[in-house]
């Protein structure tokens, strides 16, 4: 007996903790309902609808909710003729939401809604042009019935009259009708015209590289006012067929672009309608950072017109193309998509100063060329692909011209070894082109490309000079006028004689002069200077102007010291990069004992040279180039002339080349440098 009782009452206990768990919710599941909403039609001028009126909603949790109701009627036009979508919304107090959708249907003033016949809304011409997809006459016509509300599903057209491969206007004709047998017709215009893009068979690409600032007209230069006479004429003549790309190493190296930074290179290179700029070892001379300026759309000042390209420039130890660079841009060129990748050569870093390329790197330029291609022609659609590299190698050229299929490029343009060639790589079918147009605007390239169905059947290339053409013989206005005020504040520099030179003054006599120079002004016991670093000659009886100075040392180099042990300095001069070198006369080097050097900042920066490791470095933060400036500006006071072996004036002081070295005072501090780094404002 108490064995059943105890079991009725575990029974009856858990039968009592069930009826406490899992209480049914109260929950509503069911979503309200919206009542009275229906089609609505409206005639412009008319006051607004109201939307709301007799629109109702019910929940059978919360009750009546119309004042919850909401209308989204962001899609009707009430001053346009034509039916529009009304939305109708309203949620519970639960979050459970409906939907009710109605037509709004706007009539122009004076068409009665009543009409036995059905009516067409939207009804308008067509424009077509020949080549294109077809129209599609049911986008954007509706119907409507005042009966039996929209009829746009029953629409059909009679398009038997048109023809869409001839020039014409033809009539296209609408019909609807209602459940009654009424029907109504409306007609419309197809205006069918030739097409606006013209077909392309012949794409002429010129191409400029390692200007190096060379603006103006001077003897073989020819300045980018002869160069943009005939690019300006092609693209007036034939906008379709024309293409002008730079090809790098184009802002450095004279005095009316040095000057500004590039900026009148810039000004004279949007007026030509440049389309594409590569990046050149030089453009990194003043900081990558000072060109990319004039890509910025948030600088102040001159913009460029025009992208600025290095597929393979990448900050160093990423893949990461620095702001305000692109890899490639694409040029439309009638029915043709022109892709053009820059790229920088293979181990261009080494052209750079080292403080000048730190924090970058150039990945491998083939590999870069190969993905870009394949990425223009299948993401982008490009017809034609052009590689516009700042290097000339022929092993690059050619694994270029082997790429196939998606990667095929169609012709590749060189620069930096300032030659001037036009060659070819063999493969099958058409060969592919390869150009490079000297240096300092000497030549202006062309590539001439022949083009069947938008694929390159044939070519020609060459490099173009004034006796070749001769629009390349006279200066364009337009691009005068772009250099105008920036000539204006250079040209006393450009025209005023500091002396003339009494002799010829070759390259290599100027660099060991100069490596004298930067001796002398910093007293030093040995100083260096790289044959790079000097850039032209100079003829016997010319006018030294600053400008001239500009030409024979383009780069901004600094002079730095540094103490190196003697024998340091023998292991540089038994290496035949440092064979321009000045040595105070009469002195020997000891092994052991130390010994200044001095240099300009892109020898001493190098991270293989002795020089950064040395003993008490020091920037003077003097430039070669004011150095000689204010040599020859002094010597000018005394003589008509100046030839090597001329005394060096400095400050008052006089030294000599080539003296004993008893004779030589304590170190000198240059006091009067004529620096020219502060940018004047347009």
């Known amino acids: 007996m108490k064995k059943t009782t105890i079991w009725i009452l575990i029974l009856v206990g858990l039968a009592l903790l069930a009826g406490c768990e899992n209480e049914p919710s109260s929950k509503d599941m069911v979503p309200p309902t919206i009542s009275g909403a229906r089609d609505l039609t409206h005639t412009i001028g008319d006051e607004q609808p109201d939307y709301l009126k007799n629109v109702t909603a019910h929940d059978l949790s919360d009750g009546d909710l119309t004042d919850r109701i909401t209308v989204d009627d962001s899609d009707v036009n009430l001053l346009v003729a034509g039916i529009y979508e009304l939305i109708y919304r309203v949620s519970d107090l639960d979050g459970f939401s409906t939907t009710e959708t109605v037509n709004v249907i706007v009539l122009e003033d004076g068409l009665e809604p009543n009409t036995t016949k059905p009516i067409f809304l939207d009804a308008k011409d067509f424009t077509h042009t020949i080549g294109d997809a077809a129209p599609d006459y049911l986008e954007s016509i509706r119907a409507y019935d005042a009966e039996e509300g929209v009829l746009t599903e029953r629409i059909t057209y009679d398009d038997g009259d048109v023809d869409l491969m001839t020039e014409g206007t033809y009539e296209l004709i609408y019909a609807v009708a209602d459940s009654f047998g009424n029907q109504a017709f409306e007609t419309v215009h197809v205006i069918v015209i030739e097409s606006s893009v013209p077909t392309v068979s012949t794409l002429n690409i010129y191409n400029i590289n390692d200007t190096h600032g060379a603006i103006l007209e001077k003897g073989s230069e020819m300045g980018l006012g002869r160069i943009g006479n005939l690019i300006i004429d092609e693209r007036t003549e034939n906008p379709e067929e024309t293409v002008f790309i730079a090809g790098g190493d184009i802002l450095q190296g004279t005095l009316i672009s040095n000057y500004f930074f590039g900026e009148s290179a810039i000004a004279a290179l949007n007026a030509i309608e440049l389309d ?54 694409i040029v439309a060129k009638g029915d043709l998509e022109v892709g053009i990748i820059g790229l920088m050569g293979y181990g261009l870093e080494s052209s750079i100063a080292t403080s000048r390329i730190r924090d970058y790197e150039f990945g491998d330029p083939l590999d870069e060329a190969a993905y870009c291609s394949e990425h223009l022609r299948v993401e982008e659609g490009v017809d034609v692909v052009i590689v516009a590299i700042h290097g000339s190698d022929d092993g690059f050229n050619q694994a270029v011209g082997d790429l196939v299929g998606n990667q095929h490029v169609d012709a590749v343009f060189n620069g930096h070894s300032h030659r001037a060639y036009t060659t070819f790589e063999a493969r099958p079918g058409v060969d592919m082109p390869v150009i490079q147009s000297g240096a300092n605007g000497e030549y202006l390239g062309r590539l001439r490309l022949d083009l069947t169905d938008g694929v390159v059947a044939d070519y020609q290339a060459d490099n173009l000079t004034g006796s070749s053409d001769t629009r390349l013989q006279t200066s364009s206005p337009i691009v005068d006028d772009a250099l105008a005020p920036y000539l204006e504040i250079v040209e006393p520099l450009l025209t005023e004689t500091i002396i003339t030179a009494g002799e010829y003054l070759g390259r290599g006599d100027l660099t060991t002069y100069m490596a004298r120079l930067i001796r002398t002004v910093t ?78 900042d892109y020898v001493f920066d190098y991270p293989f040279a002795p020089f950064i490791y040395g003993v008490d470095p020091v920037d003077t933060g003097i430039l070669i180039r004011d150095v000689f400036y204010d040599v020859l500006l002094e010597l000018a006071l005394t003589e008509d002339y100046f030839y090597l072996d001329s005394p060096i004036l400095l400050n008052g002081s006089v030294f000599f080349l080539a003296r004993d070295v008893s004779i030589l005072p304590g170190p000198i501090r240059i006091t009067n440098v004529n620096g020219f780094r502060d940018t004047p404002v347009i």
Not at 285 to 306: H, N, R, S
Not at 313 to 329: A, H, L, N, Q
Not at 548 to 571: A, C, M, W
């Open 523 to 600: 007293d030093s016991d040995i100083a260096f200077h790289n044959s790079g670093g000097t850039r032209t000659d100079v003829q016997a009886y010319e006018a030294m102007t600053m400008s001239t100075l500009y030409q024979i040392f383009p780069f901004d180099n600094r002079i730095k010291t540094v103490y190196l042990t003697g024998l340091e300095v023998k292991s540089l001069l038994a290496d035949s990069y440092y064979d321009y070198h000045d040595i105070r006369p009469g002195l020997t080097f000891s092994d052991d004992e130390l010994y200044l050097v001095a240099t300009n």
């Open 276 to 329: 594409a700029f590569v990046l050149g070892n030089h453009e990194f001379d003043w900081g990558l950072d000072i060109v990319t300026e004039y890509f910025d759309p948030d600088k102040e000042g001159l913009k460029a017109e025009f992208p600025l390209l290095g597929a393979n420039v990448f900050f160093k130890g990423t893949r990461e193309i620095p702001e305000f660079i692109d890899p490639y841009t």
